[in-house]
């Protein structure tokens, strides 16, 4: 079945990059985005990406897949306090309507 | 521009009461909707997903329902709410063709 895999947990340093890794395992998948959680709020869509992309950039985030290894990973460059957040990695199968979502990676940033 | 409105923020039951939590959208016409639960410090379960007035798909059995009597509003009940039902429920809706979800702000349910 459909499941997207990411780790808990990131702890980076205030102007470090940080990278949040993401495995899916519908090969079918169309869309693929992350997503940025604050705490006691909805989700926000930070960025997505076609299936048939291996890189998208926008300002500070840029987003790598890897359709071989069916790898998605979000690269927040010079980090800031205020990306303190959970980051949801999430797919669309083609056709569906439904989005599948990974538990979420909390990021932490160290001042 | 579209915005999605969900309320109450947060809300506090006892076991055995019924539930209901609205959302609207605004600025779209015949959007997909969706409602989500989170529980603490886990992910997303897809709870009812509808694509039109009076189409409803269930995704996980349990006391929990789901109805959108007008094409922009989307309500989910329950008759008897359990411990279990407690977590933050999300509204979402999609124009689909993968442009990506956009969320209400939650609805922090505790059943006491």
């Known amino acids: 079945g459909e499941d997207v895999e990411q780790s808990l947990f990131l702890s980076v340093r205030e102007g470090d990059s940080s990278v949040i890794n993401c495995t899916y395992t519908d090969s079918s998948s169309t869309y693929l985005y992350w997503y940025k959680q604050e705490p006691g709020a909805g989700l926000q869509l930070l960025t997505y990406i076609f299936s048939n992309m291996d890189m998208k950039q926008d300002q500070r985030l840029t987003v790598l897949l890897n359709k071989k290894d069916k790898h998605l990973s979000l690269r927040i460059a010079d980090t800031q306090t205020g990306d303190s957040a959970i980051y949801f990695c999430?797919?669309?199968?083609?056709?569906?309507?439904?989005?599948?979502f990974g538990a979420g990676t909390r990021l932490f940033v160290k001042a | 521009s579209q915005t999605i409105h969900q309320w109450p923020a947060t809300l506090v039951q006892p076991v055995g009461s019924p539930l209901s939590l609205e959302c609207t959208v605004e600025g779209t016409s015949n959007p997909n909707l969706y409602w989500y639960r989170q529980a603490a410090g886990r992910g997303l379960q897809l709870l009812f997903y509808?694509?039109?007035?009076?189409?409803i798909s269930s995704e996980v059995p349990q006391n929990l329902s789901a109805s959108r009597p007008q094409d922009r509003q989307f309500i989910l009940s329950s008759k008897k709410l359990l411990l279990s039902d407690s977590g933050f429920y999300l509204c979402a809706w999609s124009p689909g063709g993968g442009h990506g979800y956009t969320f209400g702000s939650g609805t922090r349910l505790t059943v006491v």
């Open positions: 999430a797919e669309t199968p083609t056709g569906g309507f439904k989005t599948i």
């Open positions: 509808s694509v039109g007035i009076g189409q």
